[in-house]
């Protein structure tokens, strides 16, 4: 991209951006100076970028400095409980309001995402394309507006539930049922689905830090 179209992206996107695909992680400290070099801005951009973040929790001091946040225990277990309920809602309705191309484009990315279940990193990215294209078929934009600050909130978390040994097969079947209830429009079904998957991701992820606790 080039500095004059990067200059006009919003600075708050790219920061946000760099933070979900794991550039900046848990405990980093940004800098301004830094940070409008690397993304060709000004710093007053960066500086109401960080405000921003902080704003929402997903920056905090240590100091005088801003590091990217991390996420407790307790942090984690109330971010995967508002998820699994608004997410559970998406799926209801999307089972309600989906049109035959978005269930269509819902299954072809199930399809795609099998040759992918090797693959953790890629599998988390295409993961969350299909979960945003479910909020986006539930066709209400608060509802999806809500989801993309709980998913924002996802990318405080250094490793991904996808990376446990069998977990992204498993993963894909449970996106399989999912789809198949919306495509049935059958909404209490689509809902249980979605909130049964995250609740099994929830666990997943609490193995997956028990067993980096018991390794340290």
């Known amino acids: 991209m080039s500095q004059s179209r990067q200059t006009q992206k919003d600075a708050y996107s790219m920061i946000l951006e760099a933070i979900d695909v794991g550039v900046y992680k848990p405990g980093d400290r940004l800098v301004e100076s830094d940070l409008?070099?690397?993304?060709?801005?000004?710093?007053?951009?960066?500086?109401?970028?960080?405000?921003?973040?902080?704003?929402?929790?997903?920056?905090?001091?240590?100091?005088?400095?801003?590091?990217?946040?991390?996420?407790?225990?307790?942090?984690?277990?109330?971010?995967?409980?508002?998820?699994?309920?608004?997410?559970?809602?998406?799926?209801?309705?999307?089972?309600?309001?989906?049109?035959?191309?978005?269930?269509?484009?819902?299954?072809?990315?199930?399809?795609?995402?099998?040759?992918?279940?090797?693959?953790?990193?890629?599998?988390?990215?295409a993961n969350r394309r299909f979960h945003e294209q479910i909020h986006l078929a539930s066709h209400n934009r608060y509802l999806v507006q809500q989801l993309d600050l709980v998913h924002r909130t996802m990318a405080l978390m250094a490793t991904t539930s996808l990376a446990a040994q069998g977990r992204g097969e498993i993963a894909q079947g449970e996106h399989k049922g999912i789809v198949d209830a919306i495509e049935a429009r059958d909404e209490e079904a689509a809902a249980e689905a979605l909130r049964e998957h995250i609740s099994i991701a929830f666990m997943t992820r609490l193995k997956l830090d028990a067993n980096q606790r018991g390794r340290s």
């Open 36 to 125: 409008a070099e690397r993304f060709g801005v000004s710093r007053t951009p960066i500086r109401e970028a960080l405000q921003r973040l902080e704003t929402q929790s997903l920056l905090e001091r240590d100091g005088r400095s801003l590091i990217v946040a991390s996420l407790d225990h307790n942090q984690m277990a109330e971010l995967y409980v508002v998820r699994r309920e608004l997410e559970g809602l998406a799926a209801r309705l999307a089972a309600r309001h989906a049109t035959e191309e978005e269930i269509k484009v819902l299954r072809d990315m199930v399809r795609a995402d099998d040759g992918l279940v090797d693959d953790p990193a890629a599998l988390s990215r």
